[in-house]
């Protein structure tokens, strides 16, 4: 057995005694109340799901096991003359809590070198896609057709015990992953490089070996490295995470969670919002001739953004009340590399002028820059202009996180998700019951 799935087993036992012991002794107990603009409004805050893999407050962002992003990086073993840890790194502190040592990190690293090598009818599947398809339906399909990879569902048709779901899921999750930069990059030398893949360098961590496969120099590793780490996790009710432990708990695979989350990640409300940025920064460029707005201009670019009714995209969020801390790495490492990018000076004008606008407004609950203000610009410095393609990044990343997530799942028998829906007609009898009792007093609610 490997160190990691050593260690995990380990943590497993461990926890599940106090899984047991909530479920058996304390399974009535009230944890949050549901209203009806939460029943209406995507359950907006509403405490019904559990992760000990990463938690999100408001204020402080995001916790990988307890650590600040920041702590994560700084703690983290990196790669001889790395600014940023090893990928597999995280994977070993997400599923372990525990912060691994040089030597276990490198035994990772070997784990997903080894299973890095893609079948052939991927590429196949790839291939077969018309050249104007997008990136992300590629990236879908390309996860989805490797289903047939796995052990999880080879396992349970000759048929195991629950208790042992977890191990064939952590297999297949390490296969997955270790090919995921293999599948992206060929989809991008698919669609923007005549199909001239480059071959993948199996001496390298997979930051690096993504960096090498995209054809871009340093420091476009710890680029690769500080994207898949920040994208990772971001507790479980986001859209991407929760559709990956909701069709996982179906008992379907990793590949066939992890295609449905790509599809959840590539709407515009979620992971596709860095390409957003990116399409109107260039209408910006365009307009302003390749200039820097003064701050005048940019006032008047963004309130006509949201005049015509669009939203500021790169800013707001369901939970964060504060900026968020994947903005401010991203925004630190352009500051060391790319302090003279003109994107770079639009992003950071724009975090000058968008929160006192989004306040003045007072629509957004939070008007502070989230993740995908800064990603895109990053990217595109490096070359990759073609914007469409940044979701795949983030998936890349995300998929990190919940497969990790799905393996818990699995090893501590979460059941079947299952929640209730009533109609319109026993909501309205629920509100009327509610306001006759409280003598006809009527919330402050917004309309919808
Ligand atoms: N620009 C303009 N208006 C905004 C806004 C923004 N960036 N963020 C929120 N609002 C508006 C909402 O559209 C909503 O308007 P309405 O009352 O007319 O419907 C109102 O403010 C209240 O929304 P909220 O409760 O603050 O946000 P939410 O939880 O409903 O939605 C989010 C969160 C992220 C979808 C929203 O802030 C948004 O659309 N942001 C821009 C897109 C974006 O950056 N998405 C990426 C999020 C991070 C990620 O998942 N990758």
Known sequence: MSVLKERLNQKIEEHRPRTRKLMQDYCDVVVDKVTVAQVIGGMRGLKSLV??????????????????????????????????????????????????TESEVTEVVDEFRKRRILPRYVYEVIDAFPSFSPPMAIFSAAILTMQRESFFAKKYQGGISKSDYWDSTFEDSLNLLAKLPEVASYIYAKLYRDGKRIQSNPNLDMGANFAHMMGIPKPYDDVSRLNFIIHADHESGNVSAHTGHLVASTLSDIYLSVSAMINGLAGPLHGLA???????????????????????????????????????????????????????????????????????????LLYKVVPPILKEQGKAKNPWPNVDAQSGIIHWHY??????????????????GITANIIWDRALGYPLERPKSVTTEMLEKIALKASEASGGKKGKCKEL
Not at 52 to 78: C, T, W
Not at 334 to 343: A, G, I, R, V
Not at 383 to 400: D, K, M
Request: with cysteine; charged share 25%.
């Open 51 to 100: 992760t000990d893999i990463s938690y999100l407050d408001p204020l402080e962002g995001i916790r990988y096991r307890g650590y600040a992003l920041p702590e994560v990086i700084q703690k983290l073993p990196k790669p001889p003359g790395a600014e940023m840890p090893y990928v597999e790194g995280l994977y070993f502190l997400l599923l372990t809590g525990d912060i691994p």
């Open 274 to 348: 860095n390409q957003e940025v990116l399409r109107w920064l260039q209408d910006l460029v365009e307009k302003m001739d390749g200039q820097v707005p003064t701050e005048g201009e940019m006032k008047q670019f963004v309130w006509d953004t949201l005049n015509s009714g669009q939203v500021i995209p790169g800013y707001g969020h369901a939970v964060l009340r504060k900026t968020d801390p994947r903005y401010t790495l991203q925004r630190e490492f352009c500051q060391t590399h790319m302090k003279d990018d003109l994107l770079f000076q639009y992003t950071d």
């Open 383 to 400: 070359g990759i202009t073609e914007y469409e393609f940044y979701t795949v990044l983030f998936g890349i990343g995300r998929s990190i």
